[in-house]
């Protein structure tokens, strides 16, 4: 299985400023088609998991140009900037590459 | 609007089976791949599987696939999880979700399962 990894497990910002989470998977996450299926989603507390970001850097509908992903292969990072109130939560990354689909084990955003 | 509603959970004691149901509306059901994602208290996500739009192709993630049966009825615009030899492992929230691409665009408020004597 293709372990995800990543950091920090928790942090905390300020509003309005910016943070950076890391995710890093075992194995690369480019598909043989070329695609990479890496996708960030967000928890907010006892709310089912929403998508934000899919095949790396795209944004999913209505969600804000505060949230960006990049990266590429292994190591892959989401950026959230100016960080509102709302964005407090567990941020989840999660492969599609590959079966079993896997999910990073989390990254807890509190809000200072 | 697209709107995922599991029902189904409960309270079950270990070694007996559960079926959960998860209603779709908002979009055309038969055109997307769905698939099933639990987690338990206070943990991350875990991936149980996902089906093809004919029911063709199901994916399991090994641990599970002895135990978990996933299965759809398009004209009911409904996907089901059949769970079987419940264990205490097994206690989460269960969440329905729309598959695209190799992630889930949308999810269910998601159904608990509680595995207990």
């Known amino acids: 299985d293709v372990v995800m990894t990543q950091t920090p497990v928790s942090l905390s910002v300020s509003l309005g400023g910016q943070v950076s989470i890391s995710c890093r998977s075992s194995q690369s996450l480019v598909h043989n088609n070329g695609n990479t299926y890496l996708s960030w989603y967000l928890q907010k507390p006892g709310q089912s998991p929403q998508l934000l970001i899919y095949k790396v850097s795209n944004r999913f509908s209505g969600i804000s140009d505060r949230f960006s992903g990049s990266g590429s292969g292994t190591d892959l990072t989401l950026k959230i900037s100016r960080v509102e109130p709302d964005d407090l939560g567990v941020y989840y990354c999660?492969?599609?590459?590959?079966?079993?689909?896997?999910f990073g084990s989390g990254t807890k955003l509190e809000i200072k | 609007e697209v709107k995922l509603v599991e029902s189904g959970g409960g309270l079950v004691q270990p070694g007996r089976s559960l079926k959960l149901s998860c209603a779709a509306s908002g979009f055309s059901f038969n055109d997307y791949w769905m698939g099933w994602v639990r987690q338990a208290p206070g943990k991350g996500l875990e991936w149980i599987g996902e089906?093809?739009?004919?029911?063709?192709?199901?994916n399991y993630t090994p641990s599970l696939k002895d135990k978990f049966t996933i299965s759809r009825d398009n004209a009911q615009n409904t996907l089901y999880l059949q769970m079987s030899k419940l264990g205490s492992e097994d206690t989460a929230i269960y969440y329905c979700a729309r598959g695209t691409a190799g992630f889930f665009d949308y999810w269910g408020q998601g159904v608990m399962v509680t595995v207990s004597s």
């Open positions: 999660g492969q599609g590459t590959q079966y079993p689909l896997t």
């Open positions: 089906i093809n739009q004919d029911s063709s192709t199901i």
